[in-house]
């Protein structure tokens, strides 16, 4: 693909990538848990808030550089972590990485990934100041398997462990029942391929993720198991899936350095809040003890200027790193990062920040019919 026929948006990439991939893939990668409300509303969130630009202000020199847990990102946007992203792309994880390590920002690998986490590490590697990965973990029944995964993460380079806490069983996705979602048979469980019993199993009239979740992931773990996952490494801990303040609380009591506000891109439970109606409260809750990171619904620069300026510290990008992963493979996924960082620089610049530093709450506020009709009589 030229660079004349390139995506203008994210939007248009994913129209694209639905030429590529199988529907099987399209669908998992797509869809949301039952009547995918809180999937169509994490975008509509963002639709109703509004910018409140200033004016007058030297934007000449435009900087968004941000440090998150210590490492120096050339934008606030990093890659959330996605399951199976050789379903889009041969080179999977790897395409995804290196495109990611070009751009000078942070990728977070899934446990469920298709390439090994140790590849996925040193295809991080573009020179020696580039950010280093996150790992996602989600726990097992088998403890000590659990303890492997961090261990292998640790002594591969990753510099956060980030914990998956909305998916104690998996929500339920009526596209992968339909298509009873499994895996090729040419992929498999990357970092848990030396326990053979581990695998997306093929289920009659059922989702094989379900089946796996159902079966491996352990739905008991409480706050009290944090305390056991920080002793495996000195690996800092990023908490993803919080929708409450209170729950933001209690992760920050228990040592997360870090918080994800989530609700899985509206996988897990449908009908909960959206992120960026969640963000504000869980800012004011955590009061700067933790960093505070959001995902769910962004798709444009502004987007991720509404973000910060309620209160994230960086964003996540989930499935559009999928759709130009399908696409172009790593050319599109450092693609669609370019099209945010240009974005976001064309928002700051045009809301009267020159730095990241400049945005805060003024920024942003909820739109209303109301206001719309007064402004035109």
């Not at 440090?67 to 399951?83: C, D, E, F, N, W």
């Not at 050789?86 to 690998?109: F, N, R, S």
């Not at 040419?186 to 989702?207: D, G, V």
């Not at 809750?285 to 209160?311: P, Q």
């Amino acid at each position: 693909m030229s660079s004349n026929e390139l995506p203008l948006n994210l939007f248009e990439y994913e129209l694209c990538a639905d030429q590529q991939l199988s529907v099987m893939a399209r669908d998992y990668y797509a869809s949301g848990a039952w009547d995918e409300i809180t999937l169509r509303d994490n975008r509509a969130a963002f639709e109703r808030l509004r910018l409140r630009p200033r004016v007058l202000v030297d934007v000449s020199d435009r900087n968004m550089n941000v440090t998150v847990l210590g490492q120096s990102l050339a934008l606030p946007i990093l890659v959330a972590p996605m399951a199976f992203q050789c379903l889009a792309h041969p080179d999977g994880e790897l395409a995804t990485a290196k495109a990611t390590a070009q751009m000078g920002t942070v990728m977070i690998l899934s446990t469920l990934s298709t390439k090994p986490l140790e590849a996925v590490a040193t295809a991080s590697q573009a020179s020696t100041a580039t950010p280093s990965p996150w790992f996602q973990l989600y726990v097992h029944r088998d403890r000590g398997l659990t303890k492997a995964l961090v261990e292998r993460a640790y002594a591969a380079g990753f510099a956060a462990l980030c914990l998956t806490v909305d998916a104690p069983v998996l929500g339920q996705r009526e596209c992968d029942r339909r298509n009873r979602f499994a895996l090729p048979t040419n992929m498999e469980l990357a970092n848990l391929a030396a326990s053979t019993e581990l695998e997306i199993p093929h289920r009659f009239q059922e989702s094989g993720l379900f089946a796996y979740f159902l079966e491996q992931i352990n739905p008991a773990l409480t706050w009290n198991d944090l305390e056991w996952l920080q002793s495996l490494s000195p690996l800092p801990l990023v908490v993803k899936g919080i929708l409450r303040g209170d729950d933001a609380v209690r992760a920050v009591e228990h040592g997360a350095k870090g918080i994800i506000v989530s609700n899985h891109g509206g996988r897990q439970l449908d009908g909960a809040i959206t992120t960026i109606d969640a963000l504000a409260e869980i800012a004011s809750a955590v009061n700067n003890r933790a960093e505070i990171l959001i995902d769910g619904g962004i798709r444009r620069g502004t987007d991720v200027l509404k973000a910060l300026a309620l209160g994230a510290r960086a964003v996540l990008i989930g499935r559009p790193i999928l759709w130009g992963l399908a696409v172009a493979g790593s050319s599109g996924v450092q693609h669609v990062l370019e099209l945010l960082q240009s974005e976001l620089d064309l928002a700051m610049a045009l809301s009267g920040c020159a730095r990241l530093q400049d945005i805060d709450t003024s920024l942003c506020c909820k739109g209303s019919q109301s206001s719309t009709a007064e402004n035109k009589q």
